[in-house]
């Protein structure tokens, strides 16, 4: 890694893949997993599914490496030691941790299995901070979809939803209310029947036997014991049974739930015991008090002749047993809750009603008076479960993770590609750049703002690729806008304006005002004409004095960039001296009362335009000869590019979601505004110093825009000159606005002249040759 990272990353960092190895990998087909969810021993369907997915992709497609972090509960046992990270449930620092790992682990994908009830916090809320602490592709398994949930667990599902780039569902039901109630992009939600062992068929006689029931007729419930399963309802239809079949034996398998023994012990259990004496059939009743291994509970399914499910909550969309008990041949009595009303069409199952004792005495009797009907409906339901047979499972999730996981990073062009205009071109017009973009279409409905008008003034300073004409009329427009936004009686710029042309405010934000400081003093410090200085001259004092007595880091750091470029190339201004002393103070100031060991910065959040704090230190250190200023600069200027360095080695800006949480930093959405800002921050850096590590990191942040970024998706376009508006956990976002625009074109060019200097310079076989590629060659405007 090229800048130091904050100890606590830095071992893992050093044990991570670096990109070519991770392009490598993926190109064989190979993938690295996190698997997030309870593990074995736990005592919860959650775990034992997480579980067998952990054994089935190790059996079936070993090609993808799968790491598990388990999720455990304090008071109960630990995960085996196959796991290879733990999370305790209810501590929030685990989760953190867990989180980072995972990002600096090189993995491909992480899977969490969600379930609202083994998560801490409020409805399992969470696995929120941990879920947006993530930067490679989530997929997530809802096990429980909520058709009325609360506005928690609405608010929870809802937010994993708009993070994960695949969502797994074991029912089409749970699917539709995926998509209907949440929202969720259909492409991206796959249903996967729960998986189920593939064993040989007509086999219970003999499993009978080493149980010593031999030959008598056998019903059977699994799970974990608690109120809620309906199982008063088959022994109250015991009765009716037994009358007809007095050898029937119903075997009531599973130890009762941790949770109820911790706070009932064994009373519910006892009541149950207690109930079948008072009808008479405890003797047709046994029960297995035990939480068994799957081997073992496969053994038990395999000795019953008839599955009984009878849950009275119908909302119930994944019964794990229910598939088992199906693949396995046997003949199922349920209610109908979505799972059993999705599985058990074709002849596998009888549903009846949720309480009805007389229903489920008379599906029962069905069977076990007529052997042919039942023998019948054994051979559906087995035919029925070899599609959720785990090899079928298997080559189904495999798929769910190819579909996650980003694509292989392309190639970027050389360094001194520059972009064509379609984009400026299509987002201007008489009055200026307007901000926003519905896809490629400009959005009149917002407008136009100063910040996009000073930025595009700017890029027309930059662009020489534009035929000089071009540049000039609309610089002009540009430059229109800009004094225009002039608001006299205020002593600022106006930044805001309908499409109307009315102004929607009478000052702009600071950062707004700082901007336009920063442009004007970069006209002035232009090879433009003589008349444009003249008209740039006046306005730069007032922006200038708009913003001398800011107190915000960020504007006054726009501010400082064009104070120190007049300055720089010799335009004599008082006040702009002064500015750059007074903000060079402030920075210096901020930096020395807020860093610490792991935060080299100066405020004690993240934002965006991150290293334009220390580039603009740097330049005032540099113009007013502060050895000490450029020292701390390049310093935090390091410290913020490791931050945005991910350990396989590409370009991660701070995201957008993160923005004023203390001492944090999250992944998404990411901005294009940010690898700009790096890329010049860089080149001010390899200005001072002329050292290779600068122009390295402009390089991964120049590769951002062309699928160097976590999601591994295109974001510019040379032809065109458009910018996707940033990466979000599910990709791209898709809109084309002014912002994403011009960082982008301004990033192609300030690419290209650290490529010149840098071939000037030692360092400058680090980026290679820098003959120019005409990635825009048709006349403007395109």
């Known amino acids: 890694m090229i800048f130091d990272l904050p100890p606590d990353s830095a071992r893992a960092t050093a044990a991570s893949a670096d990109i070519v190895t991770l392009s490598s990998r993926r190109a064989q087909g190979q993938l690295k997993l996190a698997l997030v969810g309870g593990f074995a021993p736990r005592k919860c369907g959650i775990a034992t599914f997480t579980t067998d997915i952990f054994e089935q992709l190790q059996a079936h497609r070993p090609r993808i490496a799968t790491a598990v972090w388990a999720v455990e509960d304090p008071a109960g046992p630990r995960a085996d030691q196959r796991v290879h990270g733990r999370i305790a449930s209810n501590d929030p620092a685990a989760w953190r941790v867990a989180a980072r790992e995972i990002n600096e682990g090189g993995f491909d994908a992480i899977w969490l299995q969600h379930e609202y009830g083994i998560f801490g916090g409020d409805c399992g809320e969470m696995v929120l901070d941990f879920a947006e602490r993530l930067a490679v592709p989530l997929v997530v398994t809802c096990h429980t979809v909520l058709g009325e949930p609360s506005d928690k667990q609405r608010a929870i599902l809802d937010r994993l939803v708009s993070l994960a780039s695949q969502i797994m569902v074991m029912s089409a039901h749970a699917r539709a209310l995926l998509i209907e109630c949440y929202g969720a992009d259909p492409a991206r939600v796959r249903f996967i029947a729960h998986g189920a062992p593939d064993r040989p068929f007509g086999r219970q006689e003999g499993f009978k036997a080493c149980l010593g029931i031999a030959g008598r007729p056998v019903l059977m419930t699994f799970g974990l014991l608690g109120p809620g399963k309906g199982i008063e309802a088959t022994i109250a239809a015991l009765p009716a049974i037994v009358s007809r079949h007095p050898d029937v034996l119903y075997r009531i398998v599973g130890a009762t ?24 059939v405890a003797d047709n009743v046994v029960f297995d008090n035990r939480f068994l291994e799957t081997a073992d509970l496969l053994d038990q399914l395999e000795a019953c002749d008839v599955y009984v499910t009878p849950y009275p909550n119908l909302q119930q969309s994944t019964s794990g047993t229910l598939s088992y008990a199906v693949a396995l041949g046997k003949a199922v009595v349920s209610t109908p809750y979505v799972h059993a009303r999705e599985l058990l069409g074709e002849g596998a199952g009888v549903l009846v009603a949720p309480g009805s004792v007389d229903a489920l005495a008379e599906a029962v009797l069905g069977l076990l008076d007529d052997p042919a ?27 769910l993770v190819e579909k996650a996981v980003a694509r292989p990073v392309l190639a970027a062009p050389p360094p001194t590609a520059t972009p064509g205009m379609t984009a400026i071109m299509a987002l201007s017009d008489g009055t200026g750049m307007l901000q926003h973009g519905i896809g490629i279409i400009p959005d009149r409905r917002h407008g136009y703002c100063l910040d996009d008008n000073v930025r595009a003034l700017l890029l027309m300073l930059r662009a020489d690729a534009i035929p000089e004409a071009e540049r000039e009329r609309l610089a002009s427009t540009y430059a229109s806008f800009v004094q225009h936004a002039w608001n006299e009686d205020a002593g600022a710029f106006r930044n805001f304006m309908a499409f109307d042309r009315s102004w929607c405010e009478d000052a702009g934000s600071a950062d707004s005002n700082g901007r336009t400081a920063w442009v004007l003093g970069e006209v002035l410090a232009s090879d433009l004409s003589p008349a444009w200085k003249t008209w740039a001259a006046p306005w730069f004092s007032r922006a200038i004095a708009a913003v001398a007595d800011i107190e915000h880091p960020r504007a006054m750091a726009f501010a400082m960039l064009g104070a120190a470029a ?10 702009a001296r002064a500015l750059l002393e007074r903000g060079g103070t402030m920075l210096h100031t901020l930096l020395d009362a807020v860093r610490r060991p792991d935060w080299a910065w100066f405020e004690a959040v993240l934002a965006y335009d991150n290293p334009r704090l220390p580039q603009a230190l740097l330049e005032a250190g540099v113009v007013l000869d502060r050895a000490d200023w450029r020292d701390e600069a390049l310093d935090s200027l390091a410290w913020i590019a490791g931050q945005q360095c991910a350990p396989s080695g590409h370009f991660r800006p701070i995201g957008s979601e993160g923005f004023g949480r203390e001492y944090t930093a999250l992944p998404f959405d990411q901005q294009p505004l940010e690898a700009w800002a790096a890329i010049e921050a860089a080149a001010s850096a390899f200005a001072v110093t002329r050292e290779a590590r600068w122009l390295e990191h402009a390089e991964i942040a120049h590769r951002w825009y062309f699928g160097g970024n976590d999601r591994g998706v295109v974001l510019g376009d040379l032809a065109s000159g458009r910018c996707r508006d940033g990466v979000t956990p599910q990709g791209a976002n898709e809109n084309c606005g002014a912002e994403s625009v011009l960082a982008f074109q301004l990033a192609c060019y300030a690419m290209a002249g650290l490529a010149r200097a ?11 040759p820098t003959t120019r590629v005409a990635a825009d060659p048709a006349p403007y405007p395109r």
């Open 566 to 575: 007049a300055l720089r190339n010799g335009v004599e201004h008082d006040e």
């Open 373 to 399: 009907a039942l023998a019948a409906m054994q051979r559906a339901a087995y035919e029925r479960g070899r599609i959720t047979t785990w090899p079928h499972f298997a080559a189904a999730a495999a798929t």
């Open 257 to 280: 739930h941790p949770n109820l023994v911790a706070a009932h012990g064994e009373t519910y259990r006892e009541r149950l015991g207690a109930l079948a004496t008072e009808l008479g």
């Open 758 to 768: 840098a071939d000037r310079s030692e360092a400058g076989n680090r980026l290679g």
